[in-house]
């Protein structure tokens, strides 16, 4: 922003500058800017000026005292806010209106001595009110109506101006003036009136002025709504109104391309994080095929809730539907009454939803939990959104006049409406970036915008300066930065001319009024099924289990957990008609879990990768307690293969060792065999100097004085049998490697000292 350096003023008085606004000017030597009519207007060489403005400049200067009543009044308020409202108010009431019509109605002026002439100087009426001043007259009677501190006269008059305006556009279709003269339909070539002529007090001749085609007098539909929502806090109905039928062509397309995006994403977080939230948790017990059927039970803890990946298909698809229908409906823009447009986006949507819950239970608790997160999607309200996104980002075309005026319904729709004003901040502060980047950092935008720093420095600015330093108000038609410069450009712009500080009296006064209240929506409110509605849907899903099991024969059950700190894992448990289950547990996509219980009672558990083992499995014969394990596979990290066995057909105990995972007859390095007598055999293959070594125990416990036979065939493949008798007399046998005896011989019993250590 640029600035004009400079000391500041300590003469700058706040109540001073008041005084002079709000004084009556008598005459040329005396200091004042309202007229003999109560309009503030501006000064020249003594003469009022800027007459044109008068009826916004009063609305303004009433805006400014009744913000600056909102807070704890201070002396100047106390004494003076509800005189001058009063007065600055009836003059918008009874001065700003003339031009009877045939049937005696007065239509909106600008100033009762500001005229219209033909090229003869003829008289031929009050110069027609344009809508510039209208947004700042409604927002002068809100602040007026709604201060705390207005007495109830300013009220009432606030009231009558409100129902003034309304009863006068409802009549005449939202327009402040339609009683067009024959003079005033064309233009020359300089886009001036051709036939009309304003009066030049100054240079005291007949002049051009600037033509103002049908569109000046047109109230767009977010100003209509400005107006509809401030008469409808003073209680006068509004509920007949129709704002669409003003909608242009170049408008819908706007809302089309750049407002239904924006309030459709708004709609999709919002039903987004309502899913998110919803869950249904239950303990649930199934019996699946017979009840003796141990697996067959399943019982759990179920979270009936939506997979994220159909939660995010469901908000695609919302998104779509809700597109479709706000753009058909603003681009038909029927005068019917509007669709409960959530309500129809959502029943594109409900075959994707859980069907635990009924459609109508969804469509029904949906729309009403949305509507309560977002207030404005009730009945037509998201249409008022649009239109006022929609005029925001056309306003960006617009000349600086326009920018300036068009800030006061979106002050009344904020104001009146903190559900829209919430959704509308985003957009106003990139509108207010977007005019400090264009050289216009206007300071009643910024403020609505919350952008505190430059109303400050604006304020400061002002005060920074004698209050004749300049000689326009700032907000007017130019600029503010060519506001700043003007005065160092063109010092003699300033011979004669005299204009209040009521660019510094409404900032002050917006400022002590204190920002809007905005009430972002409540994201924490939850979708809201009764106890019967959720107890349904917890048989639903029980049933549809069984329905599933019996229909299908399988029922697979999948699911993930994800705990802190642990890899996540996935389970895939199946029930199968042939009363079998089975359950996988996989860790990173990799199976490292199976559980196998089978129809005769068979249970069998298979990991793999765990306990320093690459495989091992376990085989019960109907659970998993020690003393019901039947058999066991382990695959060691070395590839050994150990596999066991208990309480077979032909053995009370079998075991093999193995070098590698094949199980090959000649990969074998170890046996062990406690047959169904007791009587223990231990086998190894190739173990320290011999090729095979074998012992026979009469038990289990493997004691050198239990040993019933021993055989050993050494490197040299020298075959010798040892066998001991109940007597503990041995014989000794020997073969060669051809299988011929060599040897044979009785022994006394030593116990032999090289016998295995075993532990089974």
């Not at 339909?185 to 300089?190: A, M, R």
């Not at 006064?509 to 409540?522: I, K, Q």
Request: proline fraction near 4%.
């Amino acid at each position: 922003m640029k600035t004009i350096r400079g000391g500041m003023n300590l003469s700058f008085d706040r109540d001073q500058v008041r005084e002079e606004l709000l004084r009556t000017r008598t005459s040329s030597e005396m200091r004042g800017f309202r007229d003999n009519y109560g309009y503030i207007v501006h000064y020249n060489q003594g003469i009022p000026d800027k007459l044109g403005e008068g009826t916004l400049l009063t609305a303004i200067t009433a805006i400014a005292i009744a913000t600056g009543n909102y807070s704890m009044p201070e002396s100047w308020e106390r004494e003076n806010a509800n005189k001058y409202l009063k007065e600055l108010l009836s003059t918008l009431l009874h001065q700003s209106w003339g031009n009877k019509d045939s049937f005696g109605r007065q239509h909106p002026i600008r100033h009762p001595d500001w005229h219209d002439y033909d090229t003869s100087g003829i008289q031929l009426r009050n110069r027609p009110m344009s809508k510039d001043s209208f947004g700042a007259i409604v927002v002068a009677a809100y602040y007026s109506f709604t201060s705390r501190y207005s007495d109830e006269e300013v009220r009432s008059i606030a009231y009558e101006l409100i129902r003034k305006w309304s009863e006068y556009l409802i009549q005449f279709q939202w327009k402040t003036h339609s009683m067009f003269i024959r003079e005033e339909l064309e233009k020359d070539n300089e886009g001036k009136y051709l036939h009309l002529r304003g009066y030049n007090p100054f240079e005291k001749k007949f002049e051009k002025t600037s033509f103002l085609g049908p569109d000046s007098f047109m109230l767009w539909s977010h100003e209509i709504y400005a107006l509809q929502n401030v008469a409808a806090k003073m209680g006068i109905p509004t509920s007949h109104w129709d704002v669409r039928k003003n909608i242009n062509k170049e408008l819908i397309q706007i809302i089309i391309d750049y407002a239904v995006p924006l309030i459709v994403d708004v709609a999709c977080r919002v039903l987004d994080s309502i899913l998110k939230k919803w869950a249904y948790p239950f303990e649930y017990s199934i019996q699946l095929g017979p009840d003796n059927w141990s697996f067959g039970r399943i019982v759990g803890f179920h979270v009936l809730k939506i997979p994220s990946k159909t939660r995010e298909e469901i908000i695609e698809g919302f998104r779509n539907a809700l597109q479709e229908i706000i753009r058909e409906y603003v681009r038909l823009n029927t005068t019917d009454q509007l669709p409960d447009v959530i309500g129809a986006a959502i029943n594109r949507i409900l075959d994707k939803l859980p069907m635990e819950i009924s459609p109508e239970s969804w469509r029904s608790k949906l729309t009403e939990t949305i509507q309560q997160v977002h207030p404005w999607f009730t009945g037509n309200s998201w249409y008022e959104l649009v239109i006022f996104l929609a005029s925001l980002q056309l306003l960006k075309t617009q000349k600086p006049a326009e920018i300036n005026y068009t800030v006061w319904p979106y002050i009344a729709e904020c104001e009146t409406r903190p559900e829209i004003g919430y959704l509308l901040s985003s957009a106003i502060s990139e509108f207010s970036g977007f005019l400090e980047k264009d050289e216009n950092p206007n300071g009643l935008w910024a403020w609505l915008a919350f952008d505190s720093n430059i109303v400050y420095e604006q304020l400061n600015l002002i005060k920074s300066h004698d209050p004749d330093y300049w000689w326009e108000f700032a907000f007017d038609s130019a600029k503010f930065n060519d506001w700043v410069s003007k005065p160092k450009k063109e010092p003699s712009a300033k011979e004669g001319k005299q204009s209040p500080r009521l660019d510094f009296l409404i900032l002050e006064g917006l400022s002590r009024r204190g920002h809007r209240a905005e009430f972002p929506p409540d994201l924490s409110i939850k979708l809201n099924f009764s106890p019967s509605e959720l107890e349904d849907a917890k048989n639903i899903f029980i049933d549809g289990i069984k329905k599933t099991f019996n229909e299908t024969g399988k029922y697979v059950k999948e699911e993930f957990s994800d705990f802190i700190g642990f890899p996540q894992r996935f389970y895939k448990k199946v029930w199968d008609a042939t009363f079998t289950y089975t359950e996988e547990i996989l860790t990173e996509g990799k199976l490292v879990t199976k559980i196998t219980s089978v129809a005769n009672g068979l249970y069998t558990k298979e990991l793999w990768n765990q306990d320093n083992l690459k495989y091992l499995k376990r085989l019960w014969t109907d659970s998993s307690a020690a003393g019901k394990l039947i058999e066991r596979v382990e695959i060691g990290l070395n590839d050994v293969l150990t596999h066991e066995y208990w309480n077979s057909d032909t053995a009370k105990y079998w075991k093999g060792i193995w070098s590698d995972a094949t199980e090959d007859a000649e990969k074998m390095i170890e046996c062990i065999i406690i047959d169904l007598n007791g009587v223990l055999s231990h086998e190894y293959w190739n173990r320290g100097p011999d090729k095979y070594w074998k012992g026979v125990w009469a038990d289990a416990s493997g004691k050198a004085e239990k040993i019933l036979e021993r055989v050993i065939i050494n490197s040299e493949d020298i075959k010798e049998v040892v066998v001991w008798d109940v007597n503990g007399i041995s014989s000794r046998t020997v073969y060669n490697k051809f299988g011929e005896l060599i040897s044979d011989s009785i022994i006394p019993w030593v116990p032999p000292i090289d016998i295995p250590p075993f532990n089974w």
